[in-house]
């Protein structure tokens, strides 16, 4: 006889009374899942999500008393085992890049259909990541913009001493070859230095590899 598939706990917290209910009424209607818990704000919700240790966590991002960034950080604090699903209806993606790097299995729209909703929750429950497709696009972007950010802004002369360096060359090497004093180059050089945050050639070639400045 096979044996029965395990339901997911959920608990649920959202300020909103309408979309909470419409939410925890749907979830008693899964016969895969099984709301232990729900909340109306984070407040109320990380004591009894300590206590009723559910699979899943569904969170509201901002919500009074504590927003669902704080219930996600005493999670991991206290290294309980929920994961967390946030449904919001605010999706910018600079405040779904610090959900996801918190550590968030999913992130959702507040305008969500509900099977979208539950295959977050399952995709989380096994230890995925779930990202709406919309959502994907914009966290890309705000991961690219994080990167090109930190990125030091180089002179087209100094991109050109450090690709010279990178092959090897010495400074008296790249000086003759960009028809440019010794000192010229080396005073390029300790700028690049001082950019990547380093003391010397070795260091700033392997810095720039790290960075991509060197593709």
Do not use: C
Request: aromatic share 4%; no cysteine.
């Amino acid at each position: 006889m096979a044996r029965a598939t395990q339901r997911v706990r959920v608990y649920v917290a959202d300020d909103h009374p309408v979309y909470r209910e419409g939410l925890v009424r749907a979830i008693r209607e899964r016969p895969d899942l099984e709301l232990v818990g729900e909340a109306s704000d984070g407040r109320e919700a990380l004591p009894q999500i300590a206590k009723l240790e559910p699979d899943v966590a569904v969170l509201d991002v901002r919500m009074p008393g504590l927003d669902g960034m704080e219930v996600l950080n005493a999670i991991k604090r206290d290294e309980l085992s929920t994961r967390v699903v946030f449904l919001s209806a605010y999706v910018e993606s600079d405040l779904v890049y610090r959900a996801i790097a918190m550590g968030a299995g999913a992130y959702l729209s507040k305008e969500a259909d509900r099977a979208a909703i539950f295959d977050a929750v399952a995709a989380v429950a096994r230890g995925e990541a779930f990202l709406s497709p919309e959502i994907q696009t914009g966290l890309t972007a705000q991961i690219r913009m994080r990167e090109a950010a930190g990125r030091p802004v180089l002179t087209p002369r100094e991109r050109e001493i450090l690709r010279l360096t990178a092959d090897g060359r010495s400074a008296p090497d790249i000086a003759g070859q960009l028809h440019l004093s010794p000192a010229t180059v080396k005073t390029h050089l300790q700028s690049l230095y001082e950019k990547l945050g380093v003391s010397d050639r070795a260091a700033a070639v392997a810095a720039a590899m790290r960075r991509g400045l060197l593709e």
